[in-house]
């Protein structure tokens, strides 16, 4: 049990469009899902915390008008990456934690994105 | 703030001998301690976790870790390692002041075994 899906695992887009990641929860619920950004032999920086039908939380220094969340649904959070340029290019992962469960975060395997 | 120092990028032991991935953080309160594995293209995994209580805790696949205030560190040790050992492993932290559950994580070390 307490699986998390990304979708896709991973996409090369153009420089000036969006990508959408889907981050899915597949048998159990989780109000609650983090997002985080990894770059190449770096640690996982969080972006943001996203509420079920409440506007994400994000980090100092990540710009939300960049990287929209959307948590619509207790087991969906969807990221955005908006007019995506080259050095958005990175691994996204995401984690959503079990309602009633603390401290415990399940992880996706990850999103690769190149932005050409 | 909080952070995590992972001493050594990359490990390697030999199979069947002592694994230790050394962990030191940074915190103004004591903080949650988590270690996670992460095996090729797949999600981390949590290995085990100290909140409260019991400064050694036992994990899965034979890991445990032992936090210790005095020396801020929360090193994991496994007595004997398996080839399926291999793989990334990831120290975190978080504040449990807040109850946002935000983790803080190390840059990872990357275990080898050698057959």
């Known amino acids: 049990g307490a699986v998390v899906s990304q979708h896709p695992s991973w996409v090369i887009c153009k420089s000036g469009t969006s990508v959408k990641i889907e981050c899915r929860s597949l048998?159990?619920?989780?109000?609650?899902m983090f997002w985080y950004r990894q770059f190449p032999k770096q640690s996982l920086m969080l972006m943001a915390t996203?509420?079920?039908?409440?506007?994400?939380?994000?980090e100092q220094g990540v710009e939300k008008d960049k990287f929209l969340i959307n948590h619509a649904s207790l087991t969906l959070s969807t990221l955005t990456v908006t007019s995506a340029h080259p050095e958005d290019s990175s691994f996204y992962i995401c984690?959503?934690?079990?309602?009633?469960?603390?401290?415990?975060?399940?992880f996706g395997p990850g999103t690769r994105l190149t932005v050409t | 703030a909080q952070s995590v120092t992972q001493l050594g990028s990359h490990v390697s032991v030999s199979e069947g001998a002592l694994v230790l991935l050394r962990c030191n953080y940074s915190?103004?309160?004591?903080?949650?301690l988590f270690w996670y594995v992460q095996y090729p293209n797949q999600g981390l995994q949590l290995l085990l976790k100290?909140?409260?209580?019991?400064?050694l805790v036992k994990g899965i696949n034979g890991f445990e870790a032992e936090f210790k205030k005095s020396e801020t560190s929360f090193h994991l040790t496994k007595p004997s390692a398996h080839m399926s050992d291999a793989a990334e492993y990831f120290c975190?932290?978080?504040?449990?002041?807040?109850?946002?559950?935000?983790?803080?994580f190390g840059t990872g070390t990357r275990l080898t075994i050698i057959p």
């Open positions: 984690s959503a934690r079990r309602d009633r469960v603390i401290y415990e975060q399940y």
């Open positions: 048998d159990f619920q989780a109000t609650t």
């Open positions: 996203s509420n079920e039908g409440s506007k994400a939380t994000y």
């Open positions: 915190s103004s309160v004591p903080p949650y």
């Open positions: 100290y909140t409260t209580g019991a400064t």
């Open positions: 975190a932290v978080s504040d449990p002041r807040f109850g946002n559950e935000k983790l803080t």
